[in-house]
């Protein structure tokens, strides 16, 4: 039996959770309580030892990093039709799955810790500023590239359980993605998919 723990409320986690409900495998849920450091204990970094969340172990095997649980698990069912089928949609799953871990959910992390989750005296408004940019940076050419798509490469895959979770704090940290129609467009697709209602509830 698959094996998740992470924090519940983590982005990075639901990301993991939502890919295992696409995967249709069975899995438990273990929580990792961040607020008391549960994921700096060494018996946590023995599973992960950067100390992040999630982390994925079945029996002997044990995988971080969210994007690389959603390859792994898009792998084990190719039936799913979850991950690529030839090179070029292996390309460009990649592309919009890099771009959000690396550039796109950085962004939304520095204005959520700099405008809610650090004390302001600590908060940096340039952050925010140059968050807000990336963001900008991000999601118009994302927009651009959903006009008249329903998918990201034409079927529900992998770069949507990715880029999907990375958005849900967009309201509460005040980026309308009303100005980008064909995102908030696809967004809706994907929340309206059972395996997002069980994650979000």
């Not at 079945?58 to 649980?69: K, P, Q, V, Y």
């Not at 050419?141 to 979770?165: C, M, Q, Y």
């Not at 980008?180 to 209602?197: D, E, F, K, T």
Request: charged share 20%; with cysteine; net charge neutral.
């Amino acid at each position: 039996m698959i094996k998740l723990h992470g924090f519940p409320l983590s982005p990075n986690t639901r990301r993991a959770l939502f890919g295992l409900e696409e995967a249709g495998l069975p899995y438990e849920f273990v929580p990792v309580d961040l607020m008391t450091a549960q994921h700096r204990t060494p018996e946590y970094k023995a599973l992960n030892p950067t100390a992040r969340v999630p982390v994925m172990v079945e029996g002997d095997f044990t995988l971080w990093e969210s994007n690389a649980i959603l390859e792994h698990l898009a792998a084990r069912v190719p039936e799913r039709e979850l991950g690529p089928k030839n090179p070029t949609e292996r390309g460009c799953i990649s592309q919009w799955m890099f771009m959000n871990a690396a550039h796109l959910s950085p962004a939304l992390a520095h204005i959520f810790a700099h405008t809610i989750r650090l004390p302001e005296d600590q908060r940096i408004p340039k952050l925010v500023e140059n968050g807000r940019a990336e963001i900008e940076r991000c999601l118009r050419p994302l927009d651009n590239h959903l006009a008249g798509k329903d998918w990201v490469i034409g079927r529900f895959t992998i770069a949507e359980i990715s880029i999907a979770p990375s958005l849900s704090v967009a309201p509460m940290i005040g980026v309308d993605l009303s100005v980008y129609p064909n995102v908030s467009a696809w967004l809706g697709r994907i929340r309206g998919r059972a395996a997002h209602q069980k994650v979000y509830g």
